[in-house]
């Protein structure tokens, strides 16, 4: 089944908004990895959080590791955050190495 | 950053034909991968790396081979490309330890299979 789920599956913004994107995983892997996509393909990580909270400019990312959630938040949203926002987790495949398993991601578009 | 370059970024092939994607990372990452992105699925892993030497089915590995002859350079390979391979495919370099296990990504190649 489904491991990573993320809600919602698109969202439109008027610029200045806040924004709350969600992430549950069915696994028991923790790490967690937040990516964004650009208009133009490339992906780009925003966030490595395993657990607890991080800041990054107007990002803030929340992973509540026992309730396998993670929420991604954009404060103050730009016509520049439109893309493509991807949760992903690690499923280990060996002691030495790790794989990550995406979710279908969330689809950001901010409009003046 | 890592860096993560890809190659060609966009391709066209015919169905039936050999297609090689390459990926080239400098950042010493033991670890690379192989996604493809398609609407409706998200990033599937197709085959990944330990090292040098090392190729590993990932999820969606069926019609695809991969070779890693050296550290840096990791390529996915189409012996018989067919039209349900034309897709997004992503190349991804990373370390792994319990620490962290950040993974750094290309810029992406599209393929169309006609």
């Known amino acids: 089944g489904q491991q990573v789920q993320q809600s919602p599956a698109s969202l439109v913004l008027q610029e200045g908004e806040n924004a709350e994107l969600q992430c549950n995983f069915s696994s028991t892997a923790t790490r967690l990895q937040w990516f964004y996509q650009h208009p133009g393909g490339r992906l780009v990580s925003l966030f490595y959080n395993p657990s607890g909270t991080k800041h990054t400019g107007r990002l803030t990312s929340t992973t509540v590791t026992n309730e396998r959630r993670s929420s991604l938040h954009i404060s103050s949203s730009q016509t520049t955050d439109s893309g493509t926002y991807f949760c992903?987790?690690?499923?280990?495949?060996?002691?030495?190495?790790?794989?990550?398993?995406f979710g279908q991601g969330t689809s950001l578009s901010v409009v003046p | 950053e890592a860096a993560v370059t890809q190659s060609p970024r966009n391709k066209v092939a015919v169905t039936g034909g050999k297609v090689t994607l390459s990926c080239n990372q400098t950042?010493?990452?033991?670890?690379m991968y192989w996604y493809r992105q398609d609407t409706g699925h998200g990033l599937r892993l197709i085959h990944y790396s330990y090292g040098a030497g090392s190729t590993e089915k990932g999820d969606i590995p069926d019609g695809y081979k991969a070779s890693r002859p050296s550290q840096e350079n990791f390529s996915l390979i189409l012996e018989l490309a067919t039209p349900s391979q034309t897709s997004v495919y992503f190349c991804?370099?990373?370390?792994?330890?319990?620490?962290?296990?950040?993974?750094?990504f290309g810029k992406g190649t599209r393929l169309t299979v006609v």
């Open positions: 991804a370099s990373g370390d792994h330890d319990r620490a962290n296990t950040e993974v750094f």
């Open positions: 992903a987790i690690d499923r280990w495949a060996s002691s030495s190495f790790s794989k990550l398993v």
């Open positions: 950042n010493n990452h033991n670890n």
